[in-house]
Structures are given as structure tokens and as C-alpha cells.
């Protein structure tokens, strides 16, 4: 995930990032003799996420945090990991209504079009890798 970088459509050019990944459980590989391998999971992962829209041309940038927890991915349910979103919404001291309303949007961006990327990532990128190590 830190290598990640997802763009997200609805904005102007907001990119999703991760800075954070912690990963609890447990992880396994089941591989019968002439069997395609199987993969046996049950983890929690928390990533930490940001946001950021160029603004003013792209000489700046406005920033959204939060975390994602993924609190039941397990080899039972692949495709449908349980994810609950967190959004900082604590907007700077001396901000416009506009950075608000900004803020809303990137946070939306990443609830329509971030965690869907991120289960895929999950049930694709992530059981492909586990499976090519059999």
C-alpha cells in the first residue's frame, strides 16, 4: 500500500496515498500435492490515507487525512473485506468555507472511488501475490 498511489475521479486531480500500514493476524499458504494452492488469512489492517488536490495552478496543494480500517479480511470472504472509513475533518485555523467544502469533496472521492480500489487491491493484488509464492 505505501507504494500506492490511486487517483480520484470526481476531483481535479486528487491523488490517495498511504503513510501508515499496520497489519495484525494471521497468514498461510495451503498447497495439496497436485492441488492449486490455497490461501488461508484473517487480518486487520489500518492504513493511514491522505488526499491532496493541487490547487492555485499546482503551485499548492490542499491536503485530506484519515484511516481506513479494514477490520475483517479473511480468506472465508475475499472479495468482501469489512472496511470502515475514518475522515480528520478538522478544517485550519483561518479556513474558508471553500477549503470545507474542498475537504467534503476529497472525502467523498475517497469513500466512492478509494475503498473500492482499496478492496480490489485486497482480493486481487494481494491473494495474487500470496498465491505465486506456493
Known amino acids: 500500500f505505501k507504494r500506492a498511489s490511486i487517483p480520484l475521479e470526481d476531483t481535479e486531480g486528487a491523488m490517495l ?15 495439496k500435492v ?15 490515507w491522505k488526499a491532496e488536490q493541487p490547487v492555485d495552478r499546482g503551485r499548492s496543494f490542499v491536503e485530506a487525512k484519515g484511516q481506513i480500517q479494514i477490520t475483517d479480511f479473511s480468506s472465508e470472504d475475499i472479495r468482501c473485506p469489512q ?14 468555507p471553500a477549503f470545507g467544502q474542498l475537504l467534503t469533496k476529497l472525502n467523498d472521492a475517497v469513500k466512492t472511488h478509494g475503498l473500492p480500489e482499496v478492496s480490489r487491491m ?13
Open 34 to 48: 497436485g492441488g492449486q494452492p490455497r490461501p488461508m488469512f484473517e487480518m486487520r489492517i489500518e492504513l493511514d
Open 17 to 31: 496515498t498511504f503513510f501508515r500500514v499496520e497489519t495484525t493476524g494471521d497468514c498461510a499458504l495451503s498447497v
Open 83 to 96: 472496511m470502515k472509513l475514518i475522515c480528520d475533518n478538522q478544517l485550519p485555523p483561518g479556513a474558508t
Open 122 to 134: 485486497l482480493s486481487e493484488d494481494f491473494v495474487g501475490e500470496l498465491v505465486k509464492q506456493a
